[in-house]
């Protein structure tokens, strides 16, 4: 009889290797590398994306032939997923050298004897069947010839008057009946027979059964193999959404960072600019107050270049409507936001640019008609202002 095949022994590879940390048992899976400083496995805490690229390698380690490099390969690539950057990603080859050297000798401990292939074992079946059926037709053809009479002379049957006793007995008709023992003989070969036959069928069967078997474990890692890649691309799927989301958060904070700046350096500019403004405003009504003081200029200075002129640097050849309505437009914060108050500012520049009141304070502009001219330019923006108002 033909023994059944050996079953072959899947062994855990997450125990094997001792992926679990005992001193940290509550974490899924710490760093696996060793801390000589501290005389203890590392404690740092693995990644959920990397453990999940894990125990895909460690699902499939135990289907892994242990000749050749597709071993070593994910050994290696397993080291890397489990070992922390900062600290022991160094040790990856001391790493995968050792867990390799674990399976070895576990596959040495569990394989002692030779396992045979479900084909190997259906060919052997089928050998000892086609021996079984040699060893039953051998045995036919002995009963069948031991049935047949041995012939003899017609002389020496007449020598005996009647038949050996206990052989064959008479009949009425004169014919020769088989005596018990022959009886008996014919029997035991007919339930030898039936026995043999017996054992063909229940052989036939088995061998049935161990083709169904070996189709059901076929089905079973084919299954297996289908549920490994749906979790292989499960990974890859989940690894590649949180890559694109990554990549969208560092663009959204890119962006934002970008018009942060944008906002900062508007600001800055318009603190600038209101700083600059403030400024102008200060010499401007610095130089009419020392005007206010003094009730009328000097006969040795230039009129056009002692005139406190409403425009931003000051200079008499800046001023025009569009840049002397812009001087009004910044006064000072507390005069420009306020209707009221910027209503006030106006009416108190007509003080002084009033064609009566410049020239109480500049009696040389009545014989410079040019500067005149600039005096009488800057009242009129001050009216078209005030009217909108």
Excluded at 96 to 110: N, P, Y
Excluded at 126 to 145: F, T, Y
Excluded at 207 to 232: C, F, I, V, Y
Aim: charged share 35%; hydrophobic share 30%; aromatic share 6%.
């Amino acid at each position: 009889m033909v023994s059944g095949p050996h079953h072959r022994q899947i062994w855990d590879a997450f125990v094997l290797l001792g992926m679990r940390n005992p001193d940290k048992p509550h974490i899924a899976l710490t760093c696996v590398g060793y801390a000589p400083s501290k005389h203890r496995r590392c404690r740092v805490e693995t990644g959920w994306h990397n453990i999940a690229a894990a125990k895909i390698i460690l699902n499939d380690l135990p289907g892994v032939k242990t000749t050749g490099d597709e071993l070593v390969g994910m050994l290696q690539k397993l080291a890397a997923l489990t070992l922390c950057r900062r600290f022991h990603r160094h040790q990856e080859a001391e790493v995968a050298a050792g867990w390799h050297q674990i399976i070895l000798d576990e596959i040495d401990d569990r394989y002692q004897s030779p396992t045979d292939p479900a084909s190997d074992t259906s060919n052997d079946l089928w050998e000892e069947l086609q021996r079984l059926q040699h060893k039953l037709d051998e045995i036919r053809r002995k009963a069948k010839s031991s049935r047949q009479p041995s012939t003899t002379s017609k002389g020496a049957a007449s020598s005996h008057s009647g038949p050996e006793k206990g052989n064959t007995t008479k009949t009425s008709d004169g014919s020769a009946k088989p005596s018990n023992a022959q009886d008996t003989c014919e029997r035991r070969e007919a339930e030898n027979e039936a026995r043999r036959k017996e054992e063909v069928r229940r052989e036939k069967a088995r061998l049935q059964a161990e083709r169904e078997r070996a189709a059901k474990e076929a089905e079973t890692q084919r299954q297996e193999e289908a549920r490994r890649q749906a979790m292989r691309e499960r990974a890859a799927r989940e690894a590649e959404a949180q890559q694109k989301a990554e990549r969208e958060r560092l663009k959204r904070e890119k962006e934002k960072a970008a018009r942060e700046q944008q906002e900062q350096q508007a600001f800055e500019r318009r603190e600038r600019e209101r700083r600059n403004w403030d400024s102008s405003w200060k010499r401007y009504t610095r130089d009419w107050e020392k005007m206010a003081r003094l009730r009328t200029s000097t006969f040795l200075e230039d009129v056009k270049e002692s005139v406190p002129w409403p425009v931003k640097d000051g200079v008499w050849r800046d001023v025009c409507e569009t840049n002397v309505e812009e001087f009004f437009r910044n006064a000072p914060v507390g005069a420009s936001k306020v209707p009221s108050k910027f209503r006030s500012l106006l009416r108190r520049q007509t003080l002084y640019w009033h064609e009566d009141k410049i020239r109480q304070f500049y009696p040389r502009i009545a014989g410079d008609a040019e500067t005149s001219g600039l005096a009488q330019l800057v009242m009129q923006v001050i009216n078209r202002m005030s009217e909108r108002m």
